[in-house]
């Protein structure tokens, strides 16, 4: 049901061209006046010919619509004929007085504008790539990268001017004067025009950002204010800022109950430390290292300053604080610090020149220990949350795969719930042997392969277990207990076919009730917490039927287990 809402919500909201994003968590939308900064080069470009695809080398095929240059606005030897990775039909214009929102199209799923219309003219961002020449600077989900071109004395094209100008001609605290003092000055005159209004918003809203991209003096000053208890001049722009606003996610944060964390003075503390840590602020190590010098540093400050360090050539001291620190943090901190601990721990290690070869494996001191640790803090980390919200890397769990299964039965689990087929075809074969009439074996035996076949059981793929289910008395007990603590998506599907059938005893109804009360709590639990679409009053009516022994009424297309 969960799924299938999604989907309907996706549909009704999906755009000609189907892309998906989904920001990294912490991501932080760039205002006009640094999106303008980090572009290589602004043009206006008008749509010529027509659309066809392109192919990268992966065999990916995307739309382009060829564009021949008009004006350059920034950057230099931008090529008289740019190919745009965008649709060609018919579009809604850009508003030619908005200044702060995106083209509507940025927030229908795709994250950034995708069509444009023909023999027409656009303000264009671009970047300059090694390998494809100048491409649309499509980094920024949310952002003003491609607006209709309303003239050069519209609000757009005065507001990148002025904003060049100030670039240019002020270093970066500078920057931050001048547009104060624009700001107050629009907001001291009473005859201030529509496009000053405007402009006086779109001020306010770089100056509330503190993003990576803010000077370094600015972010620190900005926290030690924080920490001070005293108010800053421009209030910083909560996180809710930086998503998709559309009905589609708003209906999608409805579904699944997920709500904008609380903004208060910890949390945009934490904001300006995770800045610091995502930008190119080399000068910040004394003021990171100084908080960690107290025992009672939060976990996210110590993610972010872990963060900090493995970005600025300090990977091995990064790795000595998650080691001391980690365990500790992952047990005791608050679970949305915890989060931000984890995103600095566990993010460090992606190496850019082999995404496949973790930072961790390259460092001999690092590698002995580290496999270890990330999975016991993952354990931790489930076990309070009381799911399995966090995965392991591949990776990881390669590093520490046992040579028996039965050694390390955690990893075990880890292992299947990662697709791993190895210990899929282990299990089976395990459970092959122990179904063998000379072989005398108990409920411990069966435990691990059958808690493994369950998790990789699939409603299309379901031989395995019902070979289990019809296999002897101990199997089916076993199966049957275990179905309750080994949860999935289609643990459901498999309790109804189950439920069903004709080859259950007393004692066998039993175990069947115990295993659908924990999935029926696991749901309701979920459900309280808006994680699930489950738990309902379903659940009841049905196990009221259990308890009476009686067969529950499902659909029709749920087919029971049978056992010749």
């Given at each position: 049901m969960k799924k299938l809402l999604l989907t309907l919500v996706l549909m009704a909201f999906a755009p000609v061209q189907a892309f998906a994003c989904s920001p990294n968590p912490g991501y932080v939308r760039p205002s006009n006046f640094e999106l303008i900064q980090l572009a290589d080069a602004i043009v206006i470009a008008r749509t010529t010919g027509r659309e066809y695809t392109e192919k990268t080398e992966s065999g990916y095929e995307y739309s382009v619509v060829p564009a021949s240059l008009v004006k350059t606005l920034k950057g230099s030897d931008v090529p008289a004929e740019l190919k745009l990775t965008m649709n060609l039909g018919e579009t809604t214009p850009s508003d030619p007085d908005e200044l702060l929102a995106p083209h509507p199209e940025a927030m229908m799923g795709p994250c950034n504008r995708y069509s444009v219309a023909p023999a027409t003219d656009y303000v264009i961002f671009l970047q300059q790539d090694s390998e494809r020449g100048w491409q649309i600077f499509n980094w920024f989900p949310f952002t003003r990268i491609v607006e209709d071109y309303h003239g050069d004395e519209s609000p757009w094209m005065k507001a990148i001017r002025y904003y060049l100008e100030v670039q240019s001609g002020h270093d970066p605290m500078g920057?931050?004067?001048?547009?104060?003092?624009?700001?107050?000055?629009?907001?001291?005159?009473?005859?201030?025009?529509?496009?000053?209004?405007?402009?006086?918003?779109?001020?306010?809203?770089?100056?509330?950002?503190?993003?990576?991209?803010?000077?370094?003096?600015?972010?620190?000053?900005?926290?030690?204010?924080?920490?001070?208890?005293?108010?800053l001049p421009f209030s910083l722009r909560p996180p809710s800022a930086d998503k998709e606003d559309s009905d589609a996610q708003r209906l999608t944060d409805m579904l699944f109950g997920v709500e904008d964390a609380p903004f208060d003075n910890k949390a945009r503390m934490d904001f300006i430390l995770w800045s610091l840590a995502n930008g190119e602020h080399p000068t910040a190590k004394p003021f990171m290292l100084s908080l960690l010098k107290a025992n009672s540093a939060s976990a996210a400050s110590v993610g972010a300053a872990v963060q900090y360090l493995a970005r600025h050539d300090s990977y091995l001291e990064a790795m000595d604080i998650v080691r001391e620190r980690g365990l500790l943090l992952a047990a005791t901190r608050p679970l949305d610090e915890v989060d931000d601990f984890v995103r600095g721990?566990?993010?460090?290690?992606?190496?850019?020149?082999?995404?496949?070869?973790?930072?961790?494996?390259?460092?001999?001191?690092?590698?002995?220990?580290?496999?270890?640790?990330?999975?016991?803090?993952?354990?931790?980390?489930?076990?309070?949350?009381?799911?399995?919200?966090?995965?392991?890397?591949?990776?990881?769990?390669?590093?520490?795969?046992?040579?028996?299964?039965?050694?390390?039965?955690?990893?075990?689990?880890?292992?299947?719930?990662?697709?791993?087929?190895?210990?899929?075809?282990?299990?089976?074969?395990?459970?092959?042997?122990?179904?063998?009439?000379?072989?005398?074996?108990?409920?411990?035996?069966?435990?691990?392969?059958?808690?493994?076949?369950?998790?990789?059981?699939?409603?299309?793929?379901?031989?395995?277990?019902?070979?289990?289910?019809?296999?002897?008395?101990?199997?089916?007990?076993?199966?049957?207990?275990?179905?309750?603590?080994?949860?999935?998506?289609?643990?459901?599907?498999?309790?109804?076919?189950?439920?069903?059938?004709?080859?259950?005893?007393?004692?066998?109804?039993?175990?069947?009730?115990?295993?659908?009360?924990?999935?029926?709590?696991?749901?309701?639990?979920?459900?309280?917490?808006?994680?699930?679409?489950?738990?309902?009053?379903?659940?009841?009516?049905?196990?009221?039927?259990l308890i009476k022994g009686e067969k529950p009424d499902f659909d029709d297309d749920i087919k029971p287990i049978t056992c010749e």
């Open positions: 920057q931050l004067a001048a547009l104060e003092r624009r700001y107050n000055d629009i907001l001291e005159n009473d005859t201030a025009t529509p496009y000053e209004k405007a402009l006086a918003l779109d001020i306010a809203n770089h100056l509330m950002s503190r993003s990576p991209y803010k000077p370094t003096e600015y972010l620190i000053a900005s926290y030690k204010a924080l920490s001070e208890g005293k108010a721990a566990f993010g460090i290690h992606y190496n850019p020149k082999d995404y496949k070869k973790p930072l961790w494996m390259a460092e001999p001191t690092v590698a002995a220990w580290w496999p270890e640790y990330h999975f016991a803090l993952v354990q931790v980390i489930n076990a309070r949350r009381g799911d399995e919200n966090w995965g392991v890397p591949d990776a990881v769990l390669e590093a520490i795969r046992p040579e028996n299964y039965r050694d390390n039965p955690d990893i075990a689990i880890a292992l299947v719930r990662e697709y791993d087929d190895a210990v899929v075809e282990w299990a089976k074969a395990e459970m092959d042997r122990l179904l063998d009439a000379e072989v005398e074996a108990y409920e411990q035996d069966y435990a691990l392969p059958i808690g493994i076949l369950l998790e990789d059981y699939r409603p299309d793929d379901t031989e395995t277990i019902e070979a289990l289910f019809c296999g002897s008395e101990d199997s089916r007990y076993v199966l049957l207990k275990f179905i309750g603590i080994h949860q999935t998506i289609y643990t459901e599907d498999l309790l109804a076919r189950v439920a069903l059938s004709e080859n259950l005893s007393e004692d066998h109804w039993e175990t069947l009730l115990k295993s659908y009360a924990m999935f029926a709590g696991h749901s309701r639990r979920e459900y309280v917490k808006g994680a699930s679409m489950w738990g309902s009053d379903a659940e009841f009516d049905l196990m009221s039927q």
